[in-house]
């Protein structure tokens, strides 16, 4: 039993409960510059145990009817093929000879930047008064399909997206609750995590000694993380954690 990678995922599940940043944005980072975890397989890992989360989300979300199944769906319809193919860019590398950590290492430093960019800009944002309007029209139509597909790609190649990308476009754009977009969020993650995590899983990128311990800190630090988020200041954890992102994808890029 490996009490340091428990606790380090109790600790990122504390931050998914208390924020909604994705796991894979804080946990991928902490598996590659910490653990020292190989960033191919890092990222299989990632995948493989954020899957199982996302199901027991999405279930959950289903259940108690705060879900958009059709939309979730559209959304899916792009992402997947599109993560299939961030999947597939990266067992190409490997094969071509080149060095897929190297490369996955750029990647995934680009993502945690452009991932807290999005955080940053989100924050000071509302919610449109006027979904008629015919730019948020416009973008429902055709934005998502294609914001979905890049958010997949970088699930696919990086891990990181399924949460901090796409829920701040569902959020801004769609005339439902904020409880209903979540729950689509987690749906379509499910989709779409699990599709990629499953192709990651058949090239052997996932490290299964460390599935159990990752499940048995975050689900705990999530729930918990849930129950004290009413009582936290959760836009000051969001910008401390934009920060931490920047500066992971920083050292990430070797800049």
């Known amino acids: 039993m490996d009490y340091s990678l428990v606790l380090l995922s109790f600790g990122v599940g504390m931050l998914i409960g208390l924020t909604s940043v994705g796991g894979a944005a804080l946990m991928t980072p902490i598996l590659i510059l910490i653990l020292r975890v190989q960033p191919v397989v890092a990222v299989g890992t990632d995948l493989a145990y954020t899957s199982i989360t996302k199901i027991m989300g999405a279930w959950a979300h289903w259940r108690q009817g705060t879900a958009d199944v059709r939309l979730a769906l559209r959304l899916a319809s792009t992402s997947v093929p599109a993560g299939l193919v961030g999947v597939w860019l990266l067992s190409e590398i490997r094969k071509r000879g080149y060095d897929a950590d190297v490369f996955l290492r750029k990647a995934l430093g680009a993502a945690l930047i452009l991932a807290a960019a999005v955080m940053i800009f989100r924050m000071p944002q509302k919610r449109p008064l006027n979904f008629l309007d015919p730019r948020a029209v416009w973008l429902r139509k055709w934005g998502a399909p294609f914001w979905a597909a890049f958010t997949g790609f970088s699930v696919g190649?990086?891990?990181?997206?399924?949460?901090?990308?796409?829920a701040p476009f569902l959020l801004l754009l769609y005339p439902q609750s904020t409880a209903r977009l979540i729950g689509t969020d987690v749906l379509h993650a499910a989709l779409l995590v699990t599709s990629t995590a499953s192709v990651h899983l058949y090239n052997g990128h996932v490290n299964w000694a460390m599935m159990p311990m990752?499940?048995?800190?975050?689900?705990?630090?999530?729930?918990?993380?849930?129950?004290?988020?009413?009582?936290?200041?959760?836009?000051?954890?969001?910008?401390?954690?934009?920060?931490?992102?920047?500066?992971?994808g920083y050292k990430l890029l070797g800049i």
């Open 157 to 166: 190649l990086t891990s990181v997206g399924s949460g901090s990308l796409l």
């Open 214 to 248: 990752l499940l048995l800190g975050s689900i705990p630090g999530v729930l918990l993380g849930a129950r004290v988020s009413p009582h936290m200041p959760v836009r000051v954890l969001r910008l401390g954690i934009a920060v931490l992102l920047f500066f992971s």
